[in-house]
């Protein structure tokens, strides 16, 4: 099962698969970071198509089409903003993962990229954030056979270590 999870370098609006997965926020509407990213690599049908939506809550997720983007979907998920803790942001951070894969496997997808969600202008701690993506992964795998590949997609060195850290544990 190992496998099927993949942790690479690179910028996730060049990956070609079947769903690429935006950190976004309620609005929908764009921002800085991978969402602005994403933006502007999609162009702006996205927007259009996002505004069409109307939001989404934290913890859950929403789909588009990848637009201008080599993926051919974007699973729009939005995750908590870090309060220290104590304010159910794990669980949020978790619903994020599940209702994305859930999203993937309602349209069929098997090849999914995802970035560090929450781990940036939200500030979830990396450590934390990259095990719970990673405990997600194996149980949505272990849950959906149809489900080929789940690629982590990391923009800096710290955050591709701290997957390939919570990779190794629970092997
Ligand atoms: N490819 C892969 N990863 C990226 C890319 C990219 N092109 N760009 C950034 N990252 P963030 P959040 C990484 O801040 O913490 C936005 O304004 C980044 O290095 O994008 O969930 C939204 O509109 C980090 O590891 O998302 C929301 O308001 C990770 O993506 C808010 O930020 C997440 O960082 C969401 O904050």
């Not at 099927?4 to 764009?30: C, F, K, P, W």
């Not at 993962?97 to 929450?118: D, M, Q």
């Not at 934390?128 to 405990?135: C, D, G, P």
Request: net charge positive; proline share 5%; with cysteine.
């Amino acid at each position: 099962m190992g496998a099927r999870i993949r942790i690479i370098r690179g910028d996730i609006t060049t990956q070609a698969v079947d769903a690429i997965v935006n950190a976004a926020n309620t609005s929908l509407l764009g921002g800085g970071g991978v969402d602005g990213a994403i933006h502007r690599a999609a162009g702006p049908e996205l927007l259009a198509a996002c505004r069409a939506i109307g939001g989404c809550p934290t913890g859950q997720a929403r789909i588009t089409p990848g637009f201008g983007l080599p993926a051919r979907y974007i699973i729009h998920t939005v995750g908590p903003v870090w309060h220290g803790g104590g304010h159910g942001e794990a669980e949020q951070l978790a619903a994020c993962y599940r209702a994305s894969f859930a999203l993937a496997a309602a349209h069929g997808l098997r090849r999914v990229a995802l970035p560090a969600i929450g781990t940036g202008a939200y500030r979830y701690p990396l450590g934390a954030a990259t095990a719970i993506a990673v405990a997600e992964a194996r149980a949505a795998l272990a849950a959906r056979p149809e489900l080929e590949e789940v690629r982590f997609v990391c923009l800096d060195g710290k955050t591709h270590d701290a997957y390939q850290s919570a990779l190794r544990q629970g092997e």
